[in-house]
């Protein structure tokens, strides 16, 4: 092939209506994209804006191959945030974007919705509208951030406390600065807050989050000169007054640090994102070290957690005796399988998800769910069911509009390196249009209902040329979007999660209170299928920040993007990078947050350590097999029979007691039940070139 030729041929791979019209299922671009991207390089213009100099024409949004490849725009956050933005007070909002995802919107076009958005309040009822204007809206977001980011502001919410300091669950100050002692140290450090935050994996926020030392006044300290992780908040009352007691917050699972202060792109604390923290050594040291003396646990891998298992329980709880009037009896919830380990969902992409959950097994407009772990089931009056219901609805809709509107954090060029706009656009151009079962490619995988068969077909469209293209989207409005049910014989991903929705829980869901019915034992508002069957897959994820929000797959089983795209480069039995000790006390770190030496650009995702069966931290038999041939150990079989069985079970383990045991849950082993990292398979027919092109273009979004 000569420069000519490869000119002719670049811009040929370039020019976007012949790829948008062709729709990928030519042989040219199967082909050319194989081959011409490393002959391209940065060829590309910034979307087919002329060189030399020239001035580009002005963008003509009514013909879509004008518009640039690369978005510059919002990172996630909701529609409404973005409206708003320089616009007064009193600006009457617009729909939801999030609602423009009905039935039939996505027929015959690329991108392809199967779950769609539903309604679930009524109008009837003033404290499930929406807010009206803009000011409403800002005023919402104000009342949840307070609630839900905590760092000691009044009305901060912790859980099951509500908003109030009447919490049973609350830590006492001086319980708190003697936790040392649990850890065999000589005396408390004087890098006390950092430690803790080490030992649980809870980044220390940026802003002041604080607690009174030992002999300190909170009230004569401003809350005290020390500063607590994001998991906790000091508890205030309602006129300001500092109490000395703890809460527990979301950020035990929902929030973590991105890069460090020493690699000069310290993103900070950030909400909302994918979580790497350690439950099960924060309830190790929990109420001085009660914990130590319960068989249970919430997690078994750091950076993971088992929340739907908390909300089953509670479910329970809230049901009261209308399922027994309608013969459904507790064998359903003690029988169904354990979801087990899961991976936090990012919030910054809540506001492009019509529907929650893995499964999307109910609306987003069920706003209700968003505080069950808030619900103040143990307040000054105790269990008061009606104060718990009033409580909720007066304060879910304002959290959801904080934690809707963040936004994810930009690449940062300064750390990980400048994108290559050019290698981008290809990948842009990869991402919406290669099908990724056109003739001959011979995917194994079954192909899914609807779509073009590419990327954007489930993971929803970014790109300003694809997004106001009527073959992709009904609308502008609904760029980012994704709301693709991947059934799991075509996802693959381990199905753990996917059957603890049993025909029991499904039947207890129709009549709980959290799906809105219109009166006790009505079949909730917003309740979806009745048939535990239609929640047998993955909802795909809207990708806004996805380079933050490694590791991936609903369990947290593949490290980088690379892999997701690559399955024969997964490992079994993986351990992400622990930071270094630099204080010189023989103490538990973290994982390594530093993105100059703990983040891999070009795999897009943390680096991480291959862990052989029989390194320290794996006992072969019993927790690995380094047999050929033997997927897993006889006893990780028994445990998943037994996981599958009593689900309740995943839940009772040995406490953890030593900071060995802290250290080996950092070991990721995909033989153990609900942790197999299978499946995505339909992307093994991607070349590496066009791995790097789409990655390239993902570090964009």
Sequence with gaps: MTAVDIERACTTAQAPGRARRSRVRGAWLVAAFSVLLAACGSQAGSGGAPGNGEQAPPLNTDDPEQLPLLADGHEGGHSWARFCEGRPDDAALPP????LVQPGVSDGRAVHFNVHWEECRSEADPDYRDPQNCGEYRQWV?????????????????????????????????????????????????????????????????????????????????????????????????????????????????????????????????????GQGDL???????????????????????????????????????????????????????????TATEDSPVWWNIGHRPAKFYSGAMPSDATRIMLQAYMPLLGENGYDWEEIKRWTDAHDRKAEAWIGQLEAPDWPEQTLGEIDTGLAEQGAILFHSKDLWA?????????????????????????PRYTHDPDFLASPEMAGQASFRVPNDIIGTDPA??????????????????????????????????????????????LYGVWASGPYFHNGSVPNVWEVLKAEDRQPIWRRVSAP??????VVVGFDTDLERAYDPDRMGWKYETVDCGDRGTTPLLNCNNFERVESTI??????????????????ALPVMS????????IYNTGEYSQGNEGHRFTDVLTDIERRAIIEYLKTL
């Design 96 to 99: 939801d974007a999030r609602t």
């Design 142 to 274: 104000d009342e949840g951030r307070a609630l839900i980011k905590g760092n000691g502001a009044i009305g901060a919410g912790s859980i099951v406390g509500g908003d109030t300091p009447d919490n049973g669950m609350a830590i006492e100050v001086d319980t708190y600065n003697r936790m040392w002692r649990l850890w065999g140290l000589p005396g408390r450090p004087d890098n006390f807050d950092q430690l803790v935050a080490n030992r649980w994996g809870y980044a220390l926020p940026d802003e002041p989050n604080p607690y009174p030392l030992p002999g300190e006044d909170p009230n004569r300290t401003g809350g005290g000169s020390g500063q607590l992780p994001m998991a906790l908040t000091q508890l205030r009352e309602a006129d300001g007054t500092w109490t000395g007691r703890l809460g527990i917050t979301c950020h035990v699972c929902h929030s973590a640090r991105i890069g460090s202060k020493a690699d000069g792109a310290d993103l900070g604390a950030v909400y909302g994102t994918a």
């Design 280 to 338: 099960g050594a924060f309830l190790s040291d929990f109420g001085n070290g009660v914990g130590r003396l319960l068989p249970i646990t919430m997690n078994r891998i750091r950076g993971t957690g088992n929340v739907t298992n908390y909300q089953l329980l509670v479910m329970l709880w809230l049901i009261g005796d209308q399922p027994a009037r309608r013969g459904i009896d507790l064998d359903s919830f003690i029988f169904a399988p354990a």
């Design 439 to 463: 003739e001959g490619l011979e995917n194994p995988v079954p192909r899914p209902e609807g779509g073009n068969g590419s990327c954007a077909s489930c993971h929803g469209a970014y790109s």
């Design 497 to 542: 999660y996917t059957y603890a929705t049993n025909q029991g829980v499904s039947d207890y869901f129709e009549y709980s209170w959290l799906f809105y019915p219109e009166s006790p034992g009505d079949v909730g508002a917003c309740y979806g299928p009745n048939e535990a069957e239609a929640y047998r897959g993955y909802l795909a994820p809207p």
């Design 581 to 586: 000790d630099l204080s010189g006390q023989d």
């Design 635 to 652: 006893i990780q079989q028994l445990r998943a029979v037994l996981y599958r069985t009593i689900g309740l079970g995943w839940n009772l």
């Design 659 to 666: 900071d060995r045991q802290i250290e080996n849950r950092k």
